[in-house]
């Protein structure tokens, strides 16, 4: 007959079985090296990323303002930045005969011209 597995004799048989049972570990040189060699990597890495937060702020910073600017520069309102008046149709007293024209012109701010041609004998 088969003998029964207990959980007492799968241990035993585990244990038997581990080829690291006697091992001491590793050596206290071996020990030594390996952290001397794992901090030497490390600190490098440390001084890259010093300026990192300095860095990430000014890139914040940078495209904040840049996106102000081109908010603003597309939302600005479209109010006329100027107003000229043709010479040639300057108010005096040949501008009240009929059929007579005249002519308004706006700028935008983002420009675009508008012209607006007036005429006296406009009829309904």
């Not at 890259?48 to 081109?70: H, N």
């Not at 040639?88 to 420009?111: H, I, K, L, M």
């Amino acid at each position: 007959m088969k003998k029964e597995l207990s959980a007492h004799r799968i241990r035993e048989l585990l244990r038997a079985a581990d080829p690291l049972l006697d091992d001491d570990g590793p050596r206290e040189s071996d020990v030594a090296r390996l952290r001397r060699r794992v901090l030497a990597e490390v600190r490098p890495a440390a001084r890259r990323w010093r300026f990192a937060p300095a860095m990430a702020a000014a890139a914040l910073l940078v495209a904040s303002l840049a996106g102000f600017a081109i908010f603003e520069a597309r939302h600005r309102s479209a109010s006329p930045a100027a107003v000229t008046r043709n010479p040639s149709t300057a108010p005096n007293a040949a501008a009240e005969e009929p059929g007579r024209r005249q002519q308004v012109q706006f700028v935008t701010a983002n420009g675009t011209r508008v012209i607006w041609v007036l005429s006296s004998d406009l009829s309904l």
